[in-house]
Each structure stands twice: as C-alpha cells, then as structure tokens.
C-alpha cells in the first residue's frame, strides 16, 4: 500500500514562494502518473499539474509560467515549485499517485483516475 506525505506549506504574501514536498512510500507503480491537485473550500477539488513517467508535464492554465513539478525518483520525491504566488492559489493541496500510466488532455479534470492520496498541506497567500 503506498503512503503519500506532503510537506511545505505555510502562509506566504503575494508575489512569494513555496515548494511543496511529497515523500511517497510503500508499493506503488513509479511507471504511473503523479500529480498535485488542490482544493478551496466550498469548490471542486482541480487538478494543478501532473507528471509521468518520462518526466513529460502538463499544468492547469492558471499555474503556467509559475508552478513546476517535477519528481526524484532515486529519492521517491514529488515536488511542486510554486513562484509568484496569488491569492487565489490559496488551498489546501493533495498529492497523488497511482494514476494513468500516459498524461491525456482530460487528467487534470480527473481526480478520481488517481487511486492513492496524501493528506494534504494548506497554502496561504494573503498579505
């Protein structure tokens, strides 16, 4: 069963930085699909960028430029950058593995494709 933790988040100003961590342990396929997903309250939890297995991305059209995800496979490390921080990337955000083994154009619009979840870490962006 594979464990999913994320770390990084905190409250930051506008304009400002954070890189979230997720360490992933146990078994799973690192053949598959990881990604960040977040969640606000009182909306849909959306997808922010997913990685696969050769390192090829796809981001949500209102990260790009800003965020970037990447992974350390020999450390089972996914990591999200995220610069240039908005208020409105306030959120707590999900980790997730175990999802579809190539990147498609509907994958950030499907949470449920991903089997296996972190807990989450809330980002604040308020000044």
């Known amino acids: 069963q594979v464990k999913l933790m994320e770390s990084g988040g905190g409250s930051v100003q506008p304009g400002g930085s954070l890189r979230l961590s997720c360490a992933v342990s146990?078994?799973?396929?690192?053949?598959?699909?990881m990604g960040w997903f977040r969640q606000a309250p009182g909306k849909e939890r959306e997808g922010v960028a997913v990685?696969?297995?050769?390192?090829?991305?796809t981001y949500a059209d209102s990260v790009k430029g800003r965020f970037t995800i990447s992974k350390d496979n020999a450390q089972n490390v996914l990591y999200l950058q995220m610069n240039s921080l908005k208020a409105e990337d306030t959120a707590m955000y999900y980790c997730?593995?175990?999802?579809?083994?190539?990147?498609?154009?509907?994958?950030?619009?499907?949470?449920?494709?991903?089997?296996?979840w972190g807990q989450g870490t809330q980002v604040t962006v308020s000044s």
């Open positions: 997730a593995a175990d999802g579809p083994r190539f990147i498609s154009s509907y994958v950030l619009a499907r949470p449920d494709i991903f089997a296996s």
């Open positions: 146990g078994l799973y396929d690192s053949s598959d699909c």
């Open positions: 990685i696969d297995r050769d390192g090829s991305t």
